[in-house]
């Protein structure tokens, strides 16, 4: 890992005896449960060994700078003008972590801010969020160091929404503060339950491949699927009292089957069915099954693929293409789909046949994967004592 604070005096010329304050966030890794309903979300995910640090230091000044190591890049601001700007990018993430305790009356100045880390943009990994979590960390430690977790992340989440003008769900944050090394965790995002299991196939490595298709229209897209979501528990609750489709069975969906749209049905039976692969890939990891979580893998896969409908091509032939080699236990698309990226947990001794296939790959596609290796690691957590 960089030096961060050394980075951090070079740039904004401070002295050896100031003060620095550090923090380091985690990236995560969503292996199911990451297309949902908002706030009724049930994951398997983990915290993995890529991090982003955040550096800062009070000025003198009311100014607000901010250095990315690296991409070489800076930007400013100020208190009086603490709010989203697209053109500063990755500082927003600082500005978010800025604008809760700037909410809540901190005496809050001038501040310099220095992100270094190797969490890769833009893969599924939530670099963002690694960067609004260490920034609220740094900010908490120098305003307000009593302030609990739990109401850091609460305060987080409304932030976000506030700044970036849209809901943000708190299982990243949630991932990233109760990571743990070379463990999975399955976390309820309505309870804000979690369950730490103890990864059974460590021998075997992750790895994530960019299927570098552009993501265009994303967002659009994911809209309409929740709106979906919404239409199917409202027509449900009609019949049968809930609130979210946790509460309703594929018998209570199969029961509208005249009644209800089509593409409805599909989004609501992807996540009840998801739901169930969880439980599934839970109980294979407390029994070592690894026959049994690769099925809840490809299962997860096919249902985002014929169901949710958020796959693509490219994807799908990444996650076939492992399915069909020995030594891999299992694959599925990560992220918001569309393209994006599929991670692979496979046997040391198998990486090379299947990196093989990527010349396949280029001759279909027209482009080459990057990849991508990561485990399951710890938490956030500060740096600087």
């Avoid at 500082?91 to 009356?105: E, P, Q, V």
């Amino acid at each position: 890992m960089t030096d961060t604070a050394y980075l951090h005096r070079k740039e904004f010329e401070i002295d050896e005896g100031e003060r620095i304050i550090i923090a380091e966030a985690p990236g995560r890794l969503h292996f199911l449960g990451d297309h949902g309903e908002t706030d009724h979300g049930i994951f398997l995910t983990c915290g993995v060994d890529r991090t982003i640090r955040v550096a800062a230091s009070p000025r003198k000044d009311t100014s607000l700078r901010f250095f990315s190591a690296e991409m070489q890049e800076r930007k400013r601001s100020s208190l009086a003008n603490l709010r989203f700007k697209r053109e500063d990018r990755w500082a927003n993430y600082c500005k978010t972590a800025l604008y809760i305790f700037a909410s809540l009356g901190c005496p809050i100045k001038g501040m310099n801010f220095t992100i270094s880390g190797d969490v890769p943009r833009n893969i599924s990994l939530a670099s963002s969020s690694a960067i609004e979590l260490a920034s609220a960390l740094v900010m908490r430690r120098i305003f307000m160091p009593s302030m609990s977790d739990k109401d850091l992340l609460n305060h987080l989440v409304a932030a976000h929404a506030d700044f970036f003008n849209g809901k943000n769900q708190i299982i990243d944050y949630l991932a990233m503060m109760n990571a743990k090394k070379d463990h999975f965790l399955i976390i309820d995002e309505e309870t804000l339950n979690i369950v730490k299991i103890k990864n059974p196939f460590s021998k075997n490595k992750i790895l994530i491949f960019d299927s570098r298709v552009p993501l265009i229209d994303v967002d659009h897209e994911l809209m309409l699927r929740a709106k979906d979501l919404k239409t199917g528990v409202k027509v449900l609750s009609g019949k049968k009292k809930g609130k979210s489709l946790k509460d309703f069975s594929q018998d209570d969906l199969d029961e509208l089957m005249g009644s209800l749209n089509e593409d409805v049905r599909r989004r609501c039976l992807f996540v009840m069915q998801e739901r169930e692969l969880i439980k599934t890939a839970t109980e294979a990891l407390l029994t070592e099954d690894k026959e049994m979580f690769a099925k809840s893998l490809y299962h997860s896969h096919e249902g985002l693929r014929d169901l949710f409908e958020v796959s693509c091509p490219e994807t799908d032939w990444l996650v076939k293409r492992a399915a069909e080699q020995s030594g891999v236990l299992g694959s599925r698309m990560t992220g918001k789909g569309f393209g994006g990226c599929v991670y692979i947990i496979i046997q040391n001794n198998s990486i090379e046949e299947y990196e093989k296939r990527m010349d396949d790959y280029e001759r279909i596609f027209g482009f080459r994967p990057v990849v991508y290796e990561v485990k399951p690691a710890g938490n956030a957590k500060m740096i600087s004592k």
